[in-house]
């Protein structure tokens, strides 16, 4: 642990926050949606990722507050906003899918602020199939999907099982990981072949393909002539505190 905060206070003192990342579809380069991004904008330490203070949250036994803290400001901003927004995407621990009320618990969070279930899109990584309580998690996962919340696959490709994975989850979305994007361009690697082998099997397969951490008008290009349909990254938007001025959201497909 880097530092000890106090999460708690620091919760308490609304210096969790969330930053918005516009994801567009390849095509048209026009916005779909967003990924809702944790910050921790501490006094002393400036504004962190959570890369930097998760083991904090974990020392502090918090994560799972904080985690609750995180979708409740991703429905209000959904809540003021979300005829600009599009579908917001939200990162998602296991803790948050396990037990029997988990999906539950969202869907009345999502009742409760009048907001049709599609406007959300759970963000997993395939590690939540490694979490002891993983049956617990895809029964969640089932019932949050067949309710119409959107279920995204993230850091596809970077995991030990993917494949398997891939076939148990009911995932509407599949993210490219940055890594294999950031290679795309590079002539030799094999990169390419391996983008294009995941969008084939993602589309094959009926799922929307996003690609993370595009930067290059290249990569892009790249990228939607493999056929993959959404796109993230710096060249269409940073993580930011603010939505981009631009038209209303298109659907996401
Ligand atoms: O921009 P970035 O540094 O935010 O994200 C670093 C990592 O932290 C990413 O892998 C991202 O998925 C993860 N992350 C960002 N926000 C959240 C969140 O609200 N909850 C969880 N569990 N992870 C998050
Ligand atoms: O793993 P997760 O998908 O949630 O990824 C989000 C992370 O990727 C965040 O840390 C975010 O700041 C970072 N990110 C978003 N777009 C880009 C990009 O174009 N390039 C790089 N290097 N990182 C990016
Ligand atoms: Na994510």
Redesign the pocket.
Known sequence: VEFTGDADAALERGEFQLYL?PIVSLATESLCGY?A?LRWNHPRHGLM?P?RFADVLVAERIGLRIQEHVLELALLQLREHGDRIGVLSV?FTSAQLAGPRAAKRVLDRLAHHGLPASSLCV?ITEGVMLDRASDSILANLRMLHDAGVCIAL??FGTGYASLVHLRQLPVDRI?ID?SFV?GIDQANGGTMAIVRAIVGLGRGLGKVVVA????TEAQGLRLRQLGCQLG????YG??SPRLLQSDAPSAAE
């Open positions: 990342q990924e991004l990722t890369d990162n963000e993230d850091d993210k940055r950031a993370e951490g595009i930067e993230q990254g710096y060249l940073r993580p």
